[in-house]
């Protein structure tokens, strides 16, 4: 690592801590050569990973867009912001575990379904119906249908 102070090439780690969400480390480290300190950070390298939309397009993934449909279908509907967050961190390290570094678009809106359906059934359908791209009534109703049939049968207690 160069010396911010001198350019010299060598210096010690005087300290290391990992970051408050545990993605990075942060090192103090001093030059063996002016002594000056100064702090460094490591950090996994993520390669992009791309996404392939509908038209053919290509575009990098952006965790923003998927944060961004997700809460709007959780509008006034009883799901936390913690737990959209815990949706879109599910979506990015599937995508990210993958290995892939291409996926389509219509992967992720399955990924994103499928936590939905378990988190709240109205914010599933209003999801579905942007990302599916319902036309009409019949094809909302067909959803909502698709979801009570598959629905586990309450059992008595």
Same mark, same amino acid.
């Given at each position: 690592?160069?010396?911010?102070?001198?350019?010299?090439? =060598?210096? @010690?780690?005087v #300290?290391s801590?990992?970051?408050?969400?545990?993605?990075?480390? &942060?090192?103090?480290?001093e030059?063996?050569?002016?002594?000056h300190r100064?702090?460094?950070?490591e950090?996994?390298?993520?390669?992009?990973?791309?996404?392939?939309?509908r038209?053919?397009? &290509?575009?990098?993934?952006? &965790?923003?867009k998927v944060? #961004?449909?997700?809460?709007?279908?959780?509008?006034? !509907?009883?799901?936390?912001?913690?737990e959209?967050?815990?949706?879109v961190?599910?979506?990015? @390290?599937?995508? /990210? #575990?993958?290995? =892939?570094? =291409?996926?389509?678009?219509?992967?992720?809106g =399955?990924?994103?379904?499928? @936590?939905? &359906?378990?988190?709240?059934?109205?914010? /599933?359908?209003?999801?579905?119906s942007? /990302?599916r791209?319902?036309?009409?009534?019949?094809?909302?109703?067909?959803?909502? !249908?698709?979801?009570?049939?598959?629905?586990?049968?309450?059992?008595?207690?």
């Amino acid at each position: 690592m160069l010396c911010p102070f001198c350019g010299h090439t =060598e210096s @010690k780690v005087v #300290n290391s801590r990992q970051s408050q969400k545990g993605d990075s480390i &942060r090192r103090r480290r001093e030059c063996l050569k002016c002594g000056h300190r100064f702090t460094t950070f490591e950090v996994v390298e993520k390669l992009p990973v791309m996404v392939i939309k509908r038209d053919g397009r &290509r575009e990098v993934f952006d &965790r923003q867009k998927v944060l #961004n449909g997700i809460t709007r279908a959780c509008e006034k !509907r009883p799901v936390s912001m913690e737990e959209v967050e815990r949706i879109v961190q599910f979506v990015e @390290k599937a995508l /990210y #575990n993958s290995m =892939e570094r =291409e996926i389509s678009s219509l992967r992720i809106g =399955e990924m994103v379904l499928k @936590k939905l &359906r378990e988190v709240d059934e109205v914010a /599933y359908v209003r999801f579905a119906s942007v /990302y599916r791209q319902f036309r009409d009534v019949s094809e909302f109703s067909h959803e909502v !249908r698709v979801l009570t049939q598959s629905e586990p049968a309450p059992t008595e207690s």
